[in-house]
């Protein structure tokens, strides 16, 4: 339980042993908050756990084991990172995604109806929007998602606000683009098995870890051919998400932000961007398109920026992969 000098400042991170809940619990901590994480340790590391910080290994879908971990540490705010996120897995196992994001997440809103916890940060994706109408997107988009992540994500969406309606529940799902990088000053980073994601990639490439990086599509209708991304550091996505807490504890209606930076990289000039960092060739293959990737996403984040004053300030592409490439060379 939390002590007396920290009553009101427990906040429950669901995947706090994950890629962006561990920054998230690192950046609680250096604000006077008091996380409890819970994690199932599937996708999750024991060595990305913050030292001295409450761990629960367990399933956010126990909606009893919840209700008495909300009671027991006078939770204030649930911080919600524990979604199965990989875009092809949700392709090949559509159910096994619905069952983890969906249904374990009414588990969980019926958890914090039970136990009067009323404040949800709420772990979105770019994902919801689909192949984008216009660039940058913003939060007014349609949504259209081309794959049962993003779908269930969108489901959420919908969801919150119906129950905040029934129940009162207040929450802010931030839409985050690309998260990269790794904290500049902790032992934690990106880490996935198998490893899909571009940054953590390269670097497999740079470390000699394999051979090299596929680049999915070389006639995009973009100025060099490759995808464009929006890549955010995540420590800059783990302070959109404690602005986003503090604002809603302190009566702010519930929301929804775009995090992203507004700037385009394509796949081409981050693998320039490694090669300048670590000074190695970094080769890539070219591969065929994927289905379902759409040439261009970048954020309009402007809204999050005004109404919470959120500013970027590790997001430039070699800040991200300088912090990468620190991290991944530790081991």
């Known amino acids: 339980m939390t002590n007396g000098r920290n009553e009101g400042r427990a906040v429950l991170v669901l995947g706090g042993a994950g890629y962006i809940g561990s920054h998230m619990v690192a950046s609680l901590v250096d604000a006077g908050w008091v996380p409890v994480v819970l994690d199932n340790l599937a996708t999750g590391h024991r060595d990305l756990l913050h030292p001295g910080v409450a761990f629960v290994e367990g399933d956010f879908g126990d909606r009893r084991m919840v209700v008495a971990l909300l009671k027991k540490h006078r939770v204030q705010a649930v911080m919600h990172f524990a979604a199965s996120s990989l875009v092809g897995e949700s392709v090949q196992y559509p159910l096994v995604y619905y069952r983890n994001n969906v249904s374990k997440t009414i588990e969980l809103l019926d958890a914090m109806r039970e136990a009067g916890v009323r404040n949800l940060i709420f772990s979105s994706t770019a994902a919801v929007y689909g192949q984008p109408e216009s660039v940058p997107i913003t939060e007014a988009h349609s949504l259209h998602p081309t794959s049962p992540y993003g779908s269930t994500k969108a489901v959420i ?8 309606a029934a129940h009162g529940l207040r929450h802010m799902s931030l839409r985050y683009f690309n998260a990269a990088g790794a904290h500049p000053d902790r032992p934690i980073g990106e880490r996935h098995d198998p490893e899909t994601h571009l940054i953590p990639s390269l670097m497999q490439v740079a470390l000699g870890q394999r051979p090299g990086a596929e680049v999915f599509g070389l006639d995009w209708p973009t100025p060099d051919g490759s995808c464009v991304r929006d890549y955010v550091h995540v420590c ?4 959109a998400h404690l602005l986003a807490l503090e604002a809603l ?8 932000y775009n995090v992203g930076t507004g700037v385009g990289c394509s796949v081409l000039e981050v693998i320039d961007s490694v090669r300048r960092v670590t000074g190695l060739p970094v080769p890539f293959v070219p591969a065929a398109r994927r289905p379902g990737d759409p040439a261009v996403l970048v954020a309009d984040a402007d809204r999050i920026g005004r109404a919470l004053g959120w500013r970027p300030e590790l997001s430039d592409l070699d800040t991200i992969v300088e912090t990468a490439w620190a991290w991944h060379r530790r081991g």
């Open 236 to 239: 800059d996505l783990a302070s």
């Open 157 to 164: 969406e919908r969801l919150l606000t119906e129950v905040e």
């Open 249 to 256: 504890l302190a009566g702010a209606p519930s929301a929804i």
